[in-house]
């Protein structure tokens, strides 16, 4: 098949990579000079989707991928299918597939969870948004770069389904955090609480698989001096995501809320930019001692 890829950053570059690897036919475009395996680049994101049976993007924002989206649309032979990799907010995703969809194209919102590692392994998982005609054009390449891909229904439930899930593991990890250093203040031995909450009421994947205690728990961006991993400024952008599609769609949503608040304190005003979201457990630790 022949594929259009535009954005090959961190997570575009190896997902590419792989489909390349399975024998697609993958054309790529990125605003920086890059080079993936296997992947032939063109001049343009115009030409690298013009004649492409499938166009995924894996881009920063949905500012961007609504502009490369009116680029490309048009250049797009009909019937083909634009599939977006990107976080990006739900009222950008519906509007790309409603473009596309007038242009006699077939669209996927397809985010994906399992960061740089997933995407390099060819582990991610896909949460799909779009018609079912959409989604089984997808679903062969889905199996390529991904293990799991779940179709959760029309045009923006892919992105609906990340910002939900990134909404709980935001709260999560600063319930965590804040946890370990009332634990500490408490003279609780770090590990003899995450052998009890590990298999407790309170675990969660933030305490079991990505434990933000260093030492503790299995190998983490903690024990690495918290570099990224996730870094705290996507766990924002995250957020802010969530908090925009609560207002959009009326939803209260007080701990989301609160913990954009937390993280844009973090990231904007202390040293959390560029440290990975874990890095919330220094945070509280440090506070603490002012
Ligand atoms: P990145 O910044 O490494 O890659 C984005 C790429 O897009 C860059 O190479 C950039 O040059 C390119 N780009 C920007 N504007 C462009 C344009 N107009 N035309 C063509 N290329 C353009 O980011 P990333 O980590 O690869 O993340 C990409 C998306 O995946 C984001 O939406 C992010 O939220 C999401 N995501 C990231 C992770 C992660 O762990 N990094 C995990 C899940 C989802």
Not at 71 to 93: F, H, N, Q, R
Request: charged letters at 15%; a negative charge.
């Amino acid at each position: 098949m022949r594929i259009g890829f535009i954005g090959l950053g961190n997570m575009g570059a190896p997902m590419a990579a792989n489909l390349a690897k399975a024998g697609h036919a993958v054309i790529g475009f990125d605003m920086a000079e890059v080079s993936v395996d296997g992947v032939t680049m063109a001049g343009s994101a115009t030409e690298c989707a013009a004649g492409a049976e499938v166009v995924i993007t894996m881009l920063p924002n949905g500012a961007i991928l609504r502009s490369v989206a009116a680029d490309i649309i048009p250049e797009m032979t009909k019937g083909a299918t634009l599939v977006d990799c990107s976080t990006v907010d739900v009222d950008s995703a519906r509007a790309v597939a409603t473009d596309a969809e007038s242009a006699g194209l077939l669209a996927v919102d397809a985010p994906v969870s399992g960061g740089v590692g997933g995407a390099s392994a060819g582990t991610l998982t896909f949460m799909a948004g779009g018609s079912e005609a959409a989604f089984a054009k997808a679903a062969p390449l889905f199996e390529i770069m991904g293990q799991k891909a779940v179709h959760c229904g029309e045009a923006g439930a892919g992105q609906a389904a990340k910002i939900c899930n990134n909404m709980i593991l935001g709260v999560t990890m600063i319930a965590t955090c804040e946890a370990f250093a009332l634990a500490d203040k408490l003279g609780l031995d770090r590990q003899k609480m995450f052998d009890v909450v590990s298999t407790s009421s309170g675990y969660s994947w933030t305490m079991n698989a990505y434990c933000p205690a260093p030492g503790v728990g299995p190998q983490s961006p903690a024990d690495n001096g918290y570099q990224p991993g996730f870094a705290a400024d996507l766990m924002l952008k995250d957020l802010r995501l969530s908090q925009q599609a609560a207002e959009s769609a009326d939803a209260d949503t007080p701990m989301g809320q609160l913990a954009q608040a937390l993280y844009a304190q973090f990231v904007e005003n202390e040293d959390g930019k560029g440290r990975d979201f874990s890095a919330m457990l220094p945070r509280f630790e440090n506070r603490g001692r002012e």
